[in-house]
C-alpha cells in the first residue's frame, strides 16, 4: 500500500512556476507506476502527468506538454511536477496518484491517492 502527501501548491502569478511533490510511505514506492492528476472548480478530475516505475516512460495531458515535467526519486520515495509558465487555466487542486497503468498520453486505475495540494494562477 501507499500513502502519499502533496506539497508545493501556492498562489503564483500567469508565467510562473511552481514544483510540486508527493512524498510516499511504504517499502514498495519503485514498483508503482506514479501520476499526477487536476480537478479545478466546477469540472470533473483530469489527468495531468504520469511516469512509469522506473522514470522510463512519461505521459502528460496535451496542454501541459513542454511547460510541465513529471520526476521521480525511488530512493527518497518521492514523486515531483515541475510546472512552467502557468496560466490561470491551470488553477485547481492537484493530486498524486499511484498503482495504475501508463499509456502514450493517459494514465488510469490509479489505487492510491492523496488530499491535493492547491494551486492558483492568476492572471
Known amino acids: 500500500q501507499l500513502q502519499l502527501v502533496e506539497s508545493g501548491g501556492g498562489l503564483v502569478q500567469a508565467g510562473g512556476s511552481l514544483r510540486l511533490s508527493c512524498a510516499a510511505s511504504?517499502?514498495?514506492?519503485?514498483?508503482?507506476?506514479m501520476g499526477w492528476f487536476r480537478q479545478a472548480p466546477g469540472k470533473e478530475r483530469e489527468f495531468v502527468a504520469a511516469?512509469?516505475?522506473?522514470?522510463?516512460?512519461?505521459a502528460y495531458l496535451d496542454s501541459v506538454k513542454g511547460r510541465f515535467t513529471i520526476s521521480r526519486d525511488n530512493a527518497k520515495n518521492t514523486v515531483f511536477l515541475q510546472m512552467s509558465s502557468l496560466k490561470p487555466e491551470d488553477t485547481a487542486v492537484y493530486y498524486c496518484?499511484?498503482?495504475?497503468?501508463?499509456?502514450?498520453?493517459?494514465?488510469?486505475?490509479?489505487?492510491?491517492w492523496g488530499k491535493g495540494t492547491l494551486v492558483t494562477v492568476s492572471s
Open positions: 511504504g517499502r514498495t514506492f519503485s514498483s508503482y507506476n
Open positions: 511516469i512509469t516505475w522506473n522514470g522510463g516512460r512519461t
Open positions: 496518484a499511484g498503482g495504475g497503468t501508463v499509456g502514450a498520453d493517459y494514465a488510469n486505475g490509479m489505487a492510491y
